[in-house]
């Protein structure tokens, strides 16, 4: 069956650090790009970062570039999203995602989903 796992969140207070990750099984991980979205209350779900599947070039939103990082260990099966500088705003149930596109920037190209953790960032 495939799995993606993700775990690492919690409540941290504005300002501190949370790394994410997102363990995978059940599919060829190499050959899949990772992204992380997120969910806040009240809001859709949007999209937070991505790591291609081959060369590991990453993508970011806007409101988070410079603050997250997104990296993958081939070996573990994992990928991971540490996210420092953290505001109130970044409080949402974070998803990571498999696509099998180069890239999956679109949220449409993601063929595997996970469940989510919940990040919750108060001021």
């Known amino acids: 069956d495939v799995q993606l796992q993700a775990s690492g969140g919690g409540l941290v207070q504005a300002g501190g650090s949370l790394r994410l990750s997102c363990t995978a099984s059940?599919?060829?991980?190499?050959?899949?790009?990772i992204g992380w979205f997120r969910r806040a209350p009240g809001k859709e779900r949007v999209g937070v970062s991505c790591?291609?599947?081959?060369?590991?070039?990453?993508a970011y939103a806007s409101s988070v570039k410079g603050r997250f990082t997104i990296s993958r260990d081939n070996s573990k099966n994992t990928v991971y999203l540490q996210m420092d500088s953290l505001v109130p705003e970044d409080t949402a149930i974070y998803y990571c995602?498999?696509?099998?596109?180069?890239?999956?920037?679109?949220?449409?190209?993601?063929?595997?989903w996970g469940q989510g953790t919940l990040v919750t960032v108060s001021s």
């Open positions: 995602a498999a696509s099998s596109s180069y890239m999956g920037t679109a949220m449409d190209e993601y063929d595997y």
């Open positions: 059940g599919f060829t991980f190499d050959d899949y790009a």
């Open positions: 790591i291609s599947r081959t060369d590991g070039h990453t």
